[in-house]
């Protein structure tokens, strides 16, 4: 991601020569689309998504898109080489910043047409969170479309609560003491698990307590707050976090190496009576423990001393500039997002994927099972951006991309820094991409 900082004198003429070189393809010929995919490759995916392009051919058969994969840890190297080498795709989905990251270089397709059509025809309406769509608005325009949402969660083990008589916690306060509660080394239990590698899973959760504390990284008016105004916030979630492994030690001693999958694979084997993870724990739970599931809950979101939010991904989907098939291109999007579509998806990876709309949460998948409706419920709805209270900037790209909050979860757990100078050395770095 950091290459973005360093390239920016690439790309503006990048952006015009396509422009320039674009041309309208002819009416009796079919539009061909390519449509680059990052967050969709798995296998369950992968075959999932063949059967929505498929449905989507057979709806316009004016209208060719061929899908290729492209590897997560490739994605702006891979982006970048084919903005220089003219080889862009026509549409892609990828990570959370980078239509504006692209949007900065000249590379991207504006899709206010395809807002205004939504606000129109109530679209809008229906997206779970205005910050799903506000994020990607910059310089007056809107440069990707949400069109899924990937959530982060907490989850407990109910019946280990209940043998202690504590109820689920609903705030800071009651989750630190149920944590340590429960924590019992001797029968091989830990209070809680979460992933303090040096990974961007790190940033995540700290992100979470950060919203719930009154923190941010940005303000209303998109200026960098992490540490200055927001500062004293952000060191109280690092230090209510990072205290569960230095000061209570609740949590397995190994976890300053945890990346994403550590703690799921932790709780799943029943070690843990909290857990950090992704949606997709839910999927996990459900096909490797299925005897786990009915002693598990998916717990709301804690009310912290400022704030009841969490943070999530409203994943985008956008458009090429330099495509010849741009119209067509849009007529995709749209197809897509409409309700119903990508519920093939939804089904192949319980939980790991979800809807950015409220109807779509409302259907029988959802509420006929208890993990998926807990989260639905009790996580979406208080799930914001990692840009709120501002919207999207080209330079949070970089931030999430470079793991610039990771790095003091990891440092404090590792006892290399304080909380005060984990932060303000974030502030410093971040401080860099605004000068």
């Known amino acids: 991601m950091g290459a973005f900082t360093r390239r920016e004198t690439l790309v503006t003429a990048i952006g015009s020569a396509f422009a320039l070189t674009a041309a309208a393809t002819r009416a009796d010929e079919p539009a061909r689309l390519t449509f680059w995919t990052v967050r969709l490759n798995t296998p369950e995916l992968t075959r999932a998504l063949r059967g929505v392009l498929a449905d989507f051919s057979r709806a316009h058969p004016g209208i060719e898109i061929r899908q290729e994969p492209v590897s997560g840890n490739l994605v702006y190297p891979k982006f970048l080489a084919a903005a220089q080498g003219q080889a862009m795709p026509d549409i892609a989905e990828a990570y959370t910043y980078h239509p504006l990251q692209f949007a900065a270089m000249g590379q991207m397709e504006k899709l206010d047409d395809i807002i205004d059509g939504w606000r129109a025809d109530g679209t809008l309406a229906n997206i779970i969170n205005e910050y799903a769509y506000k994020k990607f608005l910059w310089q007056d325009h809107y440069w990707g479309v949400p069109y899924n949402l990937d959530i982060r969660a907490i989850y407990y083990r109910r019946d280990l609560l209940a043998a202690k008589n504590i109820a689920p916690p609903t705030n800071w306060d009651e989750f630190q003491a149920a944590a340590v509660a429960l924590n019992d080394p001797a029968h091989g239990i830990f209070g809680l698990v979460f992933p303090a590698g040096d990974f961007h899973i790190a940033q995540h959760f700290y992100m979470m307590f950060m919203l719930q504390a009154g923190g941010s990284i940005l303000d209303r008016d998109g200026n960098l707050v992490f540490g200055t105004a927001a500062r004293d916030a952000n060191v109280a979630a690092l230090r209510y976090l990072t205290d569960f492994a230095t000061k209570y030690r609740v949590t397995p001693p190994g976890i300053a190496a945890y990346n994403t999958d550590d703690p799921h694979t932790v ?35 804690l009310q912290g001393p400022a704030a009841r939010l969490t943070a999530g991904f409203y994943n985008p989907i956008f458009v090429w500039n330099g495509s010849k098939a741009k119209d067509a291109a849009k007529t995709f999007i749209r197809w897509l997002v409409a309700p119903g579509r990508l519920e093939p998806l939804y089904v192949a990876t319980a939980g790991q994927l979800w809807p950015v709309l409220k109807t779509e949460l409302a ?9 998926l409706n807990e989260a639905a419920t009790g996580v979406i709805p208080y799930t914001v951006d990692f840009a709120y209270p501002g919207y999207g900037r080209p330079e949070m790209g970089v931030i999430d991309g470079e793991k610039m909050f990771a790095g003091p979860v990891n440092q404090v757990v590792a006892g290399r820094k304080t909380p005060e100078q984990a932060v303000d050395d974030a502030q410093a770095a971040m401080a860099k991409l605004f000068s």
């Open 267 to 301: 709780f799943l084997q029943g070690r843990a009576a909290f857990a950090m993870g992704t949606g997709g724990l839910i999927g996990r739970i459900q096909n490797e423990r299925p005897d786990l599931e009915s002693q598990v809950g998916v717990l709301p979101v």
């Open 363 to 371: 259907n029988g998948r959802v509420q006929s099972n208890r993990l």
